[in-house]
């Protein structure tokens, strides 16, 4: 069974301009591991801890010929930088990988290097999935900037086209918890959350009036991009103060209400970051 959701992968080509962007201008606590991930993996990898949600990993290609950052050089070629990968946790993955085959989900051989299996974004609705055993990252958290005190991720949005499908391979087909479909009339939208047990959650979205300013957000997206992972959704006590300061750091505030604040995804890397009030 899926124990959690401990973490996504942003995929990146300039490492030490994320690394800043978020340590500096976020305040998140952020942990390197190039020096052992470059060697093993072939990329460099970092990630951001937190409290609270599931964390941001950092990627970035290194090694033209090890399997990882050809994975990663091929998304940044198609897509550009972005949200790449989503991990998810199980006690045993291969043992897990077989009953995910069983339920019609398309999971990969095992990738030389990997300490999990792939499942490919054709039978998740443009959604890379990692399934890696249960406690994958255990680094040493550091001190949170606490002018912030930004959460990990709360949520992932999930733009699909067809919401009752997306239902039946998050809920029925990976397993867990998912709430029923509920429409939204003020965001234009359909919508559905799924809890897996830890970390945050994963919000299905998809249109039924594009007349509303979020769903024709959603339908851009679908457009451009095709279904995957919309945004990042993390949470902080008060988000005008918060959007004071991170312009006052340098980042560009596409949107700020009382509820929440849109950071414009040129300066997070692809990664539309929504920060939403506690």
């Known amino acids: 069974m899926i124990t ?6 942003i995929a990146v080509r300039d490492f030490d301009k994320i690394i800043t962007t978020f340590r500096d201008q976020f305040g998140m606590p952020v942990i390197d591991i ?3 991930s470059v060697e093993s993996l072939g990329a460099k990898l970092a990630m951001c801890v937190p409290e609270g ?5 950092i990627m970035c290609p290194e090694i033209a ?18 949200l790449f990968a989503m991990m998810l946790e199980a006690p045993i993955p291969d043992d897990e990988a077989e009953v995910l085959l069983e339920r019609g989900l398309n999971v990969l051989p095992l990738m030389a290097g990997a300490g999990g299996r792939d499942i490919h ?9 990692r399934v890696y055993p249960v406690n994958s990252f255990q680094g040493q958290k550091e001190q949170t900037d606490e002018t912030l005190s930004l959460s990990g991720i709360t949520r992932v949005m999930i733009a699909v086209r067809d919401i009752d499908q997306a239902v039946a ?14 429409a939204n009339n003020e965001r234009g939208v359909k919508s559905a959350l799924c809890h897996p047990p830890t970390g945050g ?3 299905l979205v998809s249109v039924a009036n594009n007349n509303q300013t979020f769903a024709k957000s959603i339908e851009t997206f679908l457009q451009s991009r095709g279904e995957g992972m919309f945004a990042l959704v993390l949470e902080t006590q008060n988000c005008h103060k918060t959007a004071e300061v991170l312009s006052q750091r340098g980042l560009t505030i596409a949107t700020v209400t009382d509820e929440a604040i849109e950071i414009a995804p040129v300066d997070t890397f692809g990664a539309l970051i929504r920060i939403e009030s506690k």
């Open 4 to 9: 959690g959701m401990p973490r996504i992968a």
């Open 34 to 36: 190039s020096d052992t």
């Open 53 to 57: 949600g599931s964390n941001i990993e």
């Open 65 to 82: 010929d090890a399997p990882l950052s050809q994975s990663l050089q091929r998304f940044l070629d198609r897509h550009g930088e972005g």
């Open 121 to 129: 974004p054709n039978s998740t609705h443009g959604v890379l999935i």
């Open 169 to 182: 391979v998050y809920g029925t087909k990976l397993g867990m918890p998912i709430d029923p479909v509920i």
């Open 201 to 203: 959650m994963i919000e």
